[in-house]
């Protein structure tokens, strides 16, 4: 997914008066090149390696803009928390493994006749949709019989007051 970040990336930040950092850029490909979603905090302490001076603001930042332009996705969890996977060519959705947290692409969801439906009841315009399924991915399922799942927190609990 590396290839993510492209000339094409660049004019489309270009044409909304963006720009392609390389704070930005090293955030986006951190992300490409992982193989589960990653937290912010996940993302910045990698992004750090290669710029020591970049802020966690920059990345909420620049994980805001990325994902209003369609280049990376926020996966969210029951719990209010998320954390980001990059997003491929065209119409994508995720499987999310709630125990180890891999998340893989998938494009066959057939929602056409739902979202249509939604649209003639509601009266609202869907323009986008965002599917994401948790459950365990096959390594996992394989590791502990069946029903037993531990969630794997990536984000710690919020402390509420």
């Not at 065209?90 to 969801?109: I, K, P, Q, T």
């Amino acid at each position: 997914m590396a290839t993510l970040v492209s000339s094409g990336m660049r004019d489309g930040l270009r044409e909304h008066r963006r720009k392609l950092t390389r704070p930005r850029q090293a955030i986006l490909e951190i992300i490409a090149a992982a193989d589960h979603h990653l937290t912010p905090a996940e993302i910045h302490k990698r992004a750090r390696k290669k710029y020591p001076h970049l802020g966690l603001v920059t990345v909420y930042r620049t994980l805001d803009l990325l994902t209003e332009y369609g280049y990376v996705q926020r996966v969210h969890f029951s719990d209010g928390c998320h954390s980001y996977i990059a997003t491929g060519q065209g119409h994508a959705h995720h499987l999310v493994c709630s125990n180890c947290g891999r998340a893989e692409e998938f494009e066959d969801c057939d929602l056409a006749p739902l979202i249509a439906s939604l649209q003639r009841k509601t009266g609202y315009e869907i323009n986008v949709h965002m599917l994401e399924l948790m459950g365990r991915c096959p390594d996992c399922s394989s590791r502990s019989p069946r029903g037993v799942t531990q969630i794997r927190r990536t984000v710690p609990p919020r402390n509420h007051k």
